[in-house]
């Protein structure tokens, strides 16, 4: 090869990683985390992580094994989940573009908390562990919004065991609902609230039966608060559904 050949493949080989880093600094600043961070962090940032992507339905990473990294949704959703004693699943949430995950592991430097699978097909930027607390020890903005995630998180994990051990079947399943169609509102095109769980999936989030939970929509399908079709889980009455979540 010649030397004019080669130095043509430096330069567009440095072309290809300007484009990439660009790339995913756009895609880190999706999520609400890394608002924090001014341009130059943010491109520091991107250049020490990298672009992976899961096809639906793949193994992102699995409970108890080793974390060193934290993963930033740009593209798709994921499920994170974990096993009961007893093998059955329980689904702690479904994350989607701007939500971060892996970041327990990536900050205590052990296992996974939990295991999360791919939704739809994702594409994820991973940001390593050495890197991210490097930036961490230098930018107090993005150490506080790391903080507020995780606060979020257990607030949440809070209000689930609370829900668990107090709440009866509808109550904790009306909730949920509402949970799901806060996340994804109505629209002018499509007034009403559309869900697309499965009954095995809102088993899993509320911990409980399949069985249990269609014998509920069913009711409510009856009494016109929701209605089933084609797959999707249609919410009708909003209101309604509010007052099943008081125990109303």
């Known amino acids: 090869m010649s030397l004019a050949l080669c130095c043509s493949k430096t330069r567009d080989e440095k072309i290809m990683s300007v484009d990439g880093d660009f790339k995913k ?11 924090a ?3 130059k962090t943010q491109q520091e940032l991107a250049n020490f992580s990298y672009i992976k992507r899961f096809a639906a339905g793949d ?5 108890g094994l080793p974390g060193q990294s934290m993963m930033a949704i740009a593209e798709g959703s994921v499920r994170v989940s974990m096993f009961t004693p007893s093998d059955r699943e329980v689904t702690l949430n479904d994350l989607t573009v701007g939500d971060v995950f892996g970041e327990i592991a990536l900050l205590d430097g052990q296992e996974r908390s939990a295991s999360v699978t791919a939704l739809t097909n994702c594409t994820l930027v991973v940001l390593e562990r050495r890197a991210l607390l490097d930036i961490l020890q230098h930018n107090p903005e993005f150490s506080i919004k790391l903080i507020e995630l995780l606060c979020q998180r257990v607030r949440r994990s809070d209000e689930r065991m609370i829900e668990i051990a107090f709440l009866d079947l509808p109550a904790r399943l009306a909730k949920l609902l509402l949970r799901l169609s806060t996340a994804a509102p109505a629209t002018a095109d499509k007034p009403l609230f559309k869900l697309s769980q499965s009954q095995s999936e809102l088993a899993g989030m509320i911990g409980n039966s399949r069985e249990n939970v269609n014998r509920c929509l069913k009711k409510w399908q009856k009494a016109d608060v929701i209605d089933l079709q084609g797959g999707w889980l249609i919410l009708k009455d909003r209101s309604r559904l509010e007052a099943l979540a008081h125990g109303e």
């Not at 193994?59 to 409970?63: E, K, L, R, V």
Request: no cysteine.
């Open 37 to 39: 961070l001014d341009s």
């Open 59 to 63: 193994i992102i990473f699995t409970m």
């Open 25 to 35: 600094e756009k895609l880190l600043s999706k999520s609400f985390i890394f608002d």
